[in-house]
């Protein structure tokens, strides 16, 4: 099971967009079972596959409560119409949730999220992940923390534009202090989204090649409007508009992360 972290310390990056259609593109055109983790308190992912809810169990519970992980993933993990993809989802408890792991110190606070998911893998049902995509928010808190003592595989979406640098070297400074617990945490790298062909991208592809410490994916997600139509239609790309060119970045982006030694 290979586990993988999509996080910016910066908002408006298309992490979440990012994070869905990676998952999508990794379970319905690769065929791979994907269980696709909501770890922002947002819960844009939950709702995007229309598994936002407060009745039920959410990654809150599973980072919190002290009962049989096996019984709690068992409720909180939801189908979607999707054979090959699962959506552990989040809400507004996550916020909770953060302040009640730093409280608890009874226990491990950092390596909560790893222990669900080996507990999770092969136990809950049939539908053993190949893959765990974790889409994280914009923060450093300890349910990001959680998933990046979880992760084998961390890969960054960067919008190029007057701020692309904000938050890059605290995120890489913050994950080489996490090797504590996570050694083979592995940065695989930045790709940048929202692409246009234009002096500002690409003065800014060659900036985040020389920077230190990140390497880049050679694939660019360029802009459409097809992204913003599809959380409307509540599809992801490949569904929505498969010949987009965006639709066509993520695949391509998926393929290049399976050369660069994402195979599970």
């Known amino acids: 099971?290979?586990?993988?972290?999509?996080?910016?310390?910066?908002?408006?990056?298309?992490?979440?967009?990012?994070?869905?259609?990676?998952?999508?593109?990794?379970?319905?055109?690769?065929?791979?079972?994907?269980?696709?983790?909501?770890?922002?308190?947002?819960?844009?992912?939950?709702?995007?596959?229309?598994?936002?809810?407060?009745?039920?169990?959410?990654?809150?519970?599973?980072?919190t409560e002290r009962g049989d992980l096996r019984d709690i993933l068992a409720e909180a993990v939801q189908r979607t119409k999707y054979n090959n993809l699962r959506v552990l989802p989040a809400n507004m408890n996550l916020l909770a949730a953060d302040r009640q792991i730093l409280i608890d110190a009874s226990r491990p606070q950092q390596t909560r999220l790893a222990k669900a998911l080996k507990n999770y893998d092969g136990v809950v049902d049939e539908h053993t992940p190949e893959y765990v995509i974790i889409d994280c928010a914009p923060d450093l808190n300890m349910s990001v923390v959680n998933a990046l003592v979880a992760a084998h595989d961390v890969l960054i979406p960067i919008k190029v534009d007057k701020f692309a640098f904000?938050?890059?070297?605290?995120?890489?400074?913050?994950?080489?202090?996490?090797?504590?617990?996570?050694?083979?945490?592995?940065?695989?790298?930045?790709?940048?989204?929202?692409?246009?062909?234009?002096?500002?991208?690409?003065?800014?592809?060659?900036?985040?090649?020389?920077?230190?410490?990140?390497s880049m994916f050679e694939t660019v997600i360029r802009s459409t409007v097809k992204v913003s139509e599809t959380t409307?239609?509540?599809?992801?790309?490949?569904?929505?508009?498969?010949?987009?060119?965006?639709?066509?970045?993520?695949?391509?982006?998926?393929?290049?992360?399976?050369?660069?030694g994402g195979a599970a």
């Open 166 to 214: 904000d938050g890059i070297d605290t995120l890489l400074e913050q994950i080489d202090e996490l090797r504590e617990f996570n050694p083979a945490l592995r940065v695989v790298g930045g790709f940048v989204t929202m692409y246009s062909k234009n002096n500002v991208n690409l003065q800014g592809i060659e900036a985040l090649n020389e920077k230190a410490g990140l």
């Open 232 to 260: 409307y239609a509540g599809l992801p790309l490949a569904a929505y508009a498969p010949k987009c060119t965006a639709a066509k970045d993520y695949d391509a982006l998926v393929n290049e992360y399976l050369q660069k």
């Open 1 to 63: 099971m290979k586990v993988i972290c999509f996080i910016n310390v910066k908002g408006g990056v298309a992490k979440t967009t990012s994070t869905i259609n990676f998952a999508y593109t990794l379970a319905e055109k690769r065929g791979k079972r994907v269980l696709l983790v909501d770890n922002d308190k947002q819960g844009n992912t939950s709702k995007f596959f229309g598994v936002h809810d407060y009745e039920k169990p959410s990654i809150a519970d599973v980072l």
